[in-house]
C-alpha cells in the first residue's frame, strides 16, 4: 500500500529525530558554553574519568534522569538540562560509563573513583551520549 509506514518505522523516525534535535541542543550548549568562556572567563567545570587505563576530562550538559541531573549539577556547580529523551537512544549509539558508589575514595559523584568509559562519547560508532552503570564492589 503506498503511503503506508509500518508502526515500528515511524517509532525509529521519531526516536532519530529527537537524536538529531538532542545533538543540536548539545552543539548550541557547547557554542555557548565556549562563547561563555572567551566572554566572561566562564566555563562547565570538566569532570575526571577514566578510559583504557588514561585520565580523560569530560562535561556534563544534559541527563535523561531527574536525579542524575540534580546530583551532577550540584556536585560540579553547573546546571544540567533533563532531556527524558537521551533514555530513548539505541544502545549501540551509547558509550558506557561506569560510575563506582563504593571503594576506592576519589572525585567520582559519589566521592569514589572517577568514572569508567569503554569508549569516549563521540568516538566513532556512538552517539554523544553515555549510559551509565553503578559499579558495586
Known amino acids: 500500500m503506498m503511503g503506508f509506514v509500518p508502526e515500528a518505522t515511524a517509532m525509529k523516525g521519531n526516536l532519530l529525530r529527537n537524536l538529531l534535535v538532542t545533538t543540536l541542543v548539545a ?6 558554553v565556549l562563547a561563555a568562556r572567551e566572554q566572561a572567563g566562564f566555563v562547565v ?6 578510559l ?14 531527574p536525579e542524575v541531573a540534580k546530583l551532577l549539577t550540584t556536585m560540579k556547580g ?11 537512544a539505541p544502545p549501540e549509539l551509547l558509550a558506557n560509563v ?4 563504593n571503594g576506592v575514595a576519589g572525585g567520582g559523584p559519589f566521592k569514589f573513583q572517577p568514572d569508567v568509559f569503554d569508549q569516549p562519547p563521540g568516538s566513532a560508532g556512538t ?6 552503570g553503578s559499579c558495586r564492589g
Open 52 to 65: 583504557d587505563g588514561a585520565r580523560i576530562r569530560f562535561i556534563h550538559t544534559e541527563a535523561s534522569d
Open 78 to 88: 553547573s546546571p544540567v538540562l533533563v532531556v527524558p529523551a537521551l533514555a530513548k
Open 45 to 50: 567545570p570538566p569532570v575526571d574519568g577514566f
Open 98 to 101: 561506569y560510575v563506582f558508589t
Open 27 to 32: 552543539a548550541a550548549i557547547g557554542a555557548f
Open 127 to 132: 552517539a554523544r551520549c553515555a549510559r551509565s
